[in-house]
């Protein structure tokens, strides 16, 4: 009877599959992998890792290493291994941790070998251990004053959690989860993002005052801030009009008396001390004694007293004495001294 041709292709990959067989028990090795297995336990609590490997005898060789960025020891040479010494025991091949810890998860790997005829024999089994966390108390950040209209965000974070929590704000004890124009605070507009924390009013108001916090909750438990006041201030439009234009004003009449004391000469170079001071007035009576010698000399009486003060009124009075040798003229110019 004729075989078929399928029956033929089928024959040629059974003969390849039994080569390849005897290939690898030549060698001296062969290796089976189980499938992985995942364990979940609440950090503190304890957990077993299973070494589910088909072939297990006392003479075989049992390894437990955890697979990270590296590899490190856990079983070793019939000994745990590291800090695992003092809250773990073995249970045949099994690992009993007492006291789990967030830094235990990770993939462990267990690996056992037995000589067998063919050679050596190394079963593996992989299991994951996922440590739950209860989150922590969360940061809060609710400012303490706002003024009406303006957009506020409150923010809410927590960073041990696992799974990753949800954030759930409360005004005054009441939760603000759901829809706002729903709830008890009708008159409020926000937005409560339960993933991010982020707790937004969109136009706050004067009736948002209250007590705030924020809850972290996952599937081990829930935490919560201290509870924060927030005080919504009204904005006082007219007062803040009424402070600009009174400080414009100021400003112009600042800015108009500077221009007059500048046209009045008020900011000359001379200083009032400089022009106050004996060296100045003492400059000046030479000037006023230089002035009526001059227009006395000139025979020009009526500009006589023009630059004359009275303080050097009598100076000038024995100088001209001196200058002229008579008291004729100077009896021409004497009242323009009392004028002066």
């Keep these: 009877m004729a075989r ?22 030549a060698n001296g090795f062969s290796a089976s992998k189980d499938h992985r297995q995942e364990v979940t336990v609440i950090e503190f ?23 990270g960025q590296g590899v490190s020891l856990v079983y070793y040479q019939q000994a745990l291994q590291g800090d695992f010494k003092d809250r773990a025991e073995m249970i045949d091949f099994n690992i009993r941790i ?3 810890t967030r830094s235990d998860a990770g993939e462990y790997r267990c690996e056992v070998s037995a000589p067998t005829e063919q050679g050596q024999n190394l079963q593996e089994d992989t299991v994951m251990l996922e440590v739950l966390v209860a989150p922590a108390v969360p940061a809060c950040e609710v400012p303490t004053s706002v003024m009406t209209g303006s957009v506020v965000e409150l ?6 959690g696992n799974p990753a929590p949800e954030y759930i704000w409360f005004k005054d004890g009441t939760s603000l ?42 599937s081990v438990g ?15 439009i007219s007062g803040i009009i009424a402070t600009v234009v009174v400080v414009a004003f100021v400003i112009s009449v600042c800015g108009l008396s500077t221009c007059y004391a500048q046209r009045k000469g008020y900011f000359s ?24 010698e001059a227009c006395l000399l000139n025979r020009t009486f009526g500009d006589c007293g023009r630059k004359v003060d009275t303080v050097t009124s009598f100076l000038i009075h024995f100088r001209l004495v001196s200058a002229t040798g008579t008291l ?12 002066g």
């Design 98 to 100: 007492k006291n789990v």
């Design 155 to 160: 923010r809410c974070q927590d960073k041990e």
């Design 269 to 292: 170079k001379e200083t009032s001390f400089q022009k106050g001071s004996p060296a100045s007035k003492v400059t000046t009576m030479s000037e006023n004694v230089s002035t009526i």
């Design 328 to 339: 004729k003229d100077l009896g021409k110019c004497w009242p323009l001294f009392c004028l």
């Design 177 to 218: 989860l759901g829809n706002p124009k729903g709830g008890t605070h009708n008159n409020s507009s926000y937005t409560m993002n339960t993933k991010s924390g982020i707790l937004q009013f969109n136009m706050i108001s004067k009736m948002d005052s209250g007590e705030y916090y924020c809850e972290a909750r996952n």
């Design 45 to 67: 609590q304890e957990a077993i890792l299973a070494c589910k490997t088909p072939k297990k005898t006392t003479s075989s060789r049992l390894e437990w290493k955890k697979v």
């Design 222 to 236: 829930h935490r919560r801030c201290p509870g924060k006041r927030m005080q919504v201030d009204v904005l006082n």
């Design 4 to 25: 078929s041709p399928q029956g033929l292709l089928m024959l040629l990959l059974l003969h390849y599959l039994i080569v390849a067989l005897d290939y690898h028990k």
